[in-house]
């Protein structure tokens, strides 16, 4: 089970879960989409496409551009179609490895503060990239 918690409120959980370089993404319909609205910041990943950034307000705090998601991605992303990924600051309780052997840290999360997402025998921090020998 993943969960995604910020300000002491769970955003997202699931067992249906994707990681993408080094990020969890959670299906559209385990998401509190009471707590979100839209975000400002434009980014397209070369391999995934045009992302739609969120801002999340929760007891009065507000975290722009806090999750980001690809509502419509390019062919080699369409498994993550609507899933929401979140930027550094939450909290992500323990994530399950589910056989992926190699994860790239995308270069946008470089520009955020760190954080770690915790995956049995292995974290990795933002920004690092593993390559396969």
Known sequence: MAKAIWNGVVLAESDKYELVEGN???????????????GDRQYTCPWKGKAAYHNIEVKGKLNENAAWSYPDPK?????????????????????????????????ITNRLPPARIAIPHFSIPRGTVLKAS
């Open 24 to 38: 969890v993404y959670f299906p559209p319909e385990s998401v509190k989409w009471e707590y979100f609205n839209e």
């Open 75 to 107: 062919p080699a992303a369409k498994h993550i179609t609507g899933h929401v990924a979140f930027c550094s600051g939450f909290h992500f309780p323990k994530v399950k490895s589910r056989g992926n052997k190699a994860l790239r840290v995308s270069s």
